[in-house]
């Protein structure tokens, strides 16, 4: 309408004006699309936290029954809120009088139905620990482990983290703005697949822990949406790194998982037939005796940790999901980057 009336009034069509109109009202349609389709994607936002949301309500619930009997420690040494605001991505080493003091560090056996939760003297939490129950889910993650292909020898950054076998099956987005699959997965797709498919209940019940324990952090790893068709592999968590101690009586070597979620927590389990490799977790000045099918929900990007000595055929599952995955969501659908404000909180 406008522009006929602008050509009534002007005499003959300029071509270009028309053209650039044209041009203006085609642009207008693109960025009124674009706000249906942002529309659309925010109101699925909606419907799946309210999803979530439900879950966790759910989820509550039965923890009530579910973790009756807890060992509650609080430390007064350590506050959740300083290790996130002392996080680095490098790699930290550690007080040598920390090292000297690990003899004398709590160790804490939990009984079968006991659960273990320990808070900072932020009352933020640190560690939760609760055992699955399942041996037949055990004995399946244990035998699936072992089926696995026989990954290449595995070195972080040059450096050779132990001598047990590794496998990342995963979505990341290391040293990329877009999540993508990990390598080790893409070249392994079929027993992969496979071998996230036979752990699933294995998965339910981390995440389902972690919704009880955490529920905010539940519900942030699982709100976005990630690219091309690309889903959440563990349950809650976008992947899982699986550990095979078998070849070496050693388990992990004092580290810190630093790309991990800053604000997030991972979650642990151990399968085999072992004694020993208990978890020791530094800044904690604590030592959890795990036994198989223990879970253990704790923020290993802010704990430096490592296992004791093994005896017998130890395997164990991590699942996580990565801070860089955190970027793509704050580009992609402005989730605030809580890492980016830690130094005022
Ligand atoms: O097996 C464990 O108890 C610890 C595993 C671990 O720390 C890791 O995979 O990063």
Redesign the pocket.
Known sequence: MRIRLDAALNGPVDLKQTRRTQHRKHETYLVLAAMVHSSKKRKKRERVKAELKRRIKTLQRLADCQHRNIKEIKLHHVALGDLRRRWTQGRTTLDPMLLGRVPSFRRIHLAPNESLCIKGSDDGLLVYVSNICRHDLMERLYQSIIALPTPDHYHYRGIKRSEYR?WHFCVWAKYSKVPFLSKELKDNFESGMKFLQDNAKVFRSLSGLLGQVAPSVFETFQLYPLPDDLERLCGAWLGC?I?H?GNSPN??NV?R?ASEALYGYSG?I?CGNYTG?A?VLYELETILE?KSGDM?IFP?ALIN???EQVQGD?C?L?AFTQENVYNYWARRYNLTLRRKMRYHV
């Open positions: 590794t790194a550990n101690g388990q992990t580290h998982d642990l151990s490799g978890l795990l253990v290993d940790h490592s296992n130890r164990s991590v």
